[in-house]
């Protein structure tokens, strides 16, 4: 501690070792950075390859690039990404739709057995999609409903509105009492504050629950694995295992495929990481 | 659950525009007051019917040997007593054992990440590798297990290509093949590991120490090993009591990775509770018992579940968004 204190007043030596280990860290980083991504890299550049150029240049980039990788790959994946975003959609409308309404009932409106209910609605957050797995399943094939789109859909919408509501909820409660107060005095019905009021200020959090649905419905994968069937319903993540069978050997194509399966998250990713980062961090079980 | 609802703002309001205006306010607080059932109608609906009922469902069943669509018969604790002795079960919950201790001893290379990253004193620089060192965040799961998949394939496997063409074909494997060496080779995928959570949860601590303890200490001559045991971790204290309670019920539902790289195999290697569950069921046809295993796994989410509730009931200053 002494030595530091003494060492202090002479500054040029300490620059220079800062800048030293101001290189060190940089190369370090990207050293981190770079093992993390060169899987993804390493299926990037052989996307783009024939068998031949992957046998021949199995490392390297190799030209020419062949596009029509992505065309072939596209024309296999488009059905089953055509269900995710059909599935994310009608989800996204209903958990929306479900858990506006709760939350701007929970956190304006007093009532016998509000709390009860709240209670009931966060105790379902400790309840792990695959415990209950079995029985929906059951259950969704006593309504006879197995192999089709609602299936996907309405276990998603239950429980998307369970996070959905809680987010609302604590959202809601947070825009002041004095913005409705003054609605009501210019003579604004519950309906309109719901509609003019509540609607435009939420759209972060709808955002929000929006990209978690999306997030959700490209990640599930044992659900829809067990529940369709029918091909032409699979969502892209179990449709992306038939896609592999299909693809065999011919790794260009199945590697575009992949591509192609991951870049509507990519795109959320990149244009609005930080709702992306809030809806990972918020979106895990217990961290509410 | 440790829910504080501001219920202050609506009744004085209420009052106040009672007041002004007594014969408007009175019989419309009433109103409201019905509307609020009905406007919580469709949840409590779609949650009892698809969430509750399930949930419940399930334990009931997993007394019975249960015949979905056919005759079940009520069969006690049966189902448990076959549990308890199901080998396979057991071995199962040994595997998760292992991904959890490697779960948790693999956060030193986000750890370390995060004191790099912190270490930059550039904000833009920060910013750049930090996205960058989360972007596999954003692929979706099974595309992440597919490529995993190709990296150890054993022929044209990327690991096996790479140590044949520095001259070390001796260590080629059959990564996934081989029941030594399969559950390794999952828990490396992912590797760095830091595209998740504990990266992130590092980072926004140590982001959020501030900047005059960092300060004090380099006056002080502390070195940055120093700092890093005597400061940084200390203040994680209850991130990492967080992170480990939320890796235990992540573990718990570990699944479907295993099921599209090696299905549980090969010779059961890589069989984890979840897998084992689905097996029963859905190869099986054993519902009830496969009930009875559903239910187990929830009833130790539960417990886990309630620990974190009770760790961040005591404590108000982690920085994952409390209610």
């Known amino acids: ?21 101001g290189a060190a860290i940089h190369i370090a980083l990207i050293a981190i950075v770079a093992v993390g991504l060169l899987p993804y890299l390493f299926v990037l550049t052989t996307s783009v390859k024939t068998n031949e150029q992957f046998a ?47 939350g701007f009932v929970f956190a304006r409106f007093q009532f016998p057995g509000r709390r009860f209910f709240f209670t009931m609605v966060i105790a379902l957050l400790m309840v792990p999609g695959i415990a209950s797995l079995i029985p929906l399943f059951v259950m969704m094939r006593d309504l006879d409903l197995l192999n089709t789109l609602w299936v996907l859909i309405i276990p998603r919408v239950a429980g998307g509105a369970i996070l959905g509501t809680i ?17 009501r005095v210019d ?33 599930d994968f044992f659900w829809p694995l067990l529940t369709v069937t029918d091909n032409a319903l699979k969502p892209v993540s179990v449709g992306l295992l038939f896609f592999r069978g299909q693809a065999g050997t011919d790794y260009g194509a199945m590697f575009a495929g992949y591509m192609i399966a991951s870049l509507p998250l990519l795109l959320l990713f990149l244009f609005l990481s930080k709702y992306f980062l809030a809806g990972i961090q918020g979106g895990l079980p217990g961290s509410h | 659950m440790a829910v504080q609802t501001p219920d202050r703002v609506v009744p004085d309001t209420v009052a106040i525009l009672a007041d002004t205006n007594p014969p408007r306010r009175r019989p419309s607080r009433r109103r409201i007051s019905w509307g609020a059932y009905i406007g919580l109608a469709p949840l409590a609906i779609m949650l009892g ?15 019975w040997n249960w015949n979905p669509g056919g005759e079940s018969t009520f069969i006690g604790f049966d189902n448990y007593a076959t549990m308890m002795t199901d080998q396979l079960w057991w071995e199962s919950f040994k595997n998760l054992g292992i991904i959890f201790v490697f779960g948790v001893v693999s956060w030193v290379i986000p750890l370390a990440a995060a004191e790099l990253l912190i270490s930059l004193r550039s904000e833009r620089a920060q910013f750049v590798y930090r996205t960058l060192l989360i972007v596999p965040m954003a692929f979706p799961g099974v595309v992440t297990a597919l490529i995993w998949s190709f990296l150890y394939q054993p022929n044209d496997g ?19 093949g081989d029941p030594h060496l399969a559950l390794l080779s999952l828990l490396f995928i ?70 599209i790289l090696t299905n549980g195999g090969p010779d059961n290697a890589t069989t984890v509770p979840v897998l084992r569950m689905l097996n029963e069921a859905f190869s099986g046809g054993n519902w009830g018992y496969a009930a009875a295993l559903s239910t187990t796994l929830f009833v130790l989410t539960v417990v886990f579940s309630t620990i974190v509730a009770v760790a961040k009931r005591r404590d108000s200053t982690t920085n994952v968004k409390g209610m």
């Open chain 1, 56 to 102: 021949t240049s199995y490392w390297a980039p190799s030209f020419p690039l062949h596009f029509e990788n992505y065309t072939t790959a596209w024309n296999q994946i488009a059905p089953f990404m055509a269900v995710s975003i059909v599935v994310a959609v009608i989800s996204i409308v209903g958990i929306v739709a479900l858990s506006l309404l709760s």
């Open chain 1, 1 to 21: 501690m002494s030595a530091a204190t003494i060492e202090a007043p002479t500054r040029a030596p300490r620059v220079r070792k800062h800048r030293r280990s």
């Open chain 2, 158 to 176: 990327v690991i096996n290509t790479f140590l044949s063409s520095v001259g070390l074909d001796a260590l080629a494997q059959n990564w996934l």
């Open chain 1, 167 to 183: 987010l609302m909820k604590t959202f809601i409660e947070g825009i002041p009492q004095e913005l409705f107060d003054a609605a």
């Open chain 2, 190 to 259: 992912g590797f760095p590991f830091i595209a998740g959570l504990p990266f992130l949860m590092f980072y926004s601590t140590l982001q959020n120490i501030p900047k005059e303890i960092f300060e004090a200490c380099s006056l002080d001559g502390v070195n940055r090993m120093q700092r890093l045991f005597l400061i940084d971790l200390p203040l994680m204290g209850r991130q990492v009591q967080l992170l480990l309670v939320l890796v235990i019920i992540e573990t718990l539902q570990y699944g479907f990775v295993a099921y």
């Open chain 1, 187 to 219: 003579g604004a019905g519950t309906g309109r504050l719901f509609r003019s009021i509540m609607l435009p200020l939420s759209l972060p959090v709808v955002g929000t629950v929006s990209l978690l649905t999306v997030i959700g419905v490209w990640n």
């Open chain 2, 49 to 63: 019917v698809f969430c509750y009922y399930p949930a419940a469902s399930g334990i009931f069943h997993s007394f």
